[in-house]
């Protein structure tokens, strides 16, 4: 089983940077993809960045402000979105996801809110 738990979120003021960070566990078999989403109220779940090795995929609304990595540990692997130049409608509840096809697994989420 694998479990995915995100960390990092938070309020940030227009501009500022937040560094998301997810940690992979469990049957942690290489994943053929993992990825960002973000969910913000009223609207559907949207790719934000996304590794499908060796292929980086973003989000128009999030190039050159946004960069996604990977760090496989002995035991766990770690995912991480690091955000600058934020903007208000960057605010919504950030999802970690990790694919073995055909499986999927998404973390519990977590909030960022840019605000002045």
Same mark, same amino acid.
């Given at each position: 089983? &694998?479990? *995915?738990?995100? @960390?990092? #979120?938070? *309020?940030?003021q227009p501009g500022g940077s937040l560094r998301l960070s997810c940690a992979a566990s469990g049957s942690? =078999? $290489? =994943?053929?993809?993992? #990825?960002?989403?973000?969910?913000? /109220? #009223?609207?559907?779940?949207?790719? &934000?960045a996304i590794i499908t090795n /060796? %292929? %980086?995929?973003?989000?128009? $609304? &999030? +190039?050159?402000?946004f960069t996604i990595s990977?760090?496989?540990a002995k035991n766990t692997v770690y995912l991480y979105l690091q955000m600058n @130049?934020? +903007?208000a409608e960057d605010t919504? &509840?950030?999802?970690?996801?990790?694919?073995?096809?055909p499986y999927t697994w998404w973390g519990q989420g977590t909030q960022v809110t840019v605000s002045s």
């Open positions: 089983q &694998v479990q *995915l738990v995100e @960390s990092g #979120g938070g *309020l940030v942690i =078999f $290489s =994943f053929d993809a993992m #990825g960002w989403y973000r969910q913000a /109220p #009223g609207k559907q779940r949207e790719l &934000v /060796p %292929i %980086i995929k973003y989000a128009d $609304s &999030v +190039k050159g402000r990977r760090d496989n @130049s934020l +903007k919504a &509840v950030y999802y970690c996801y990790a694919r073995r096809a």
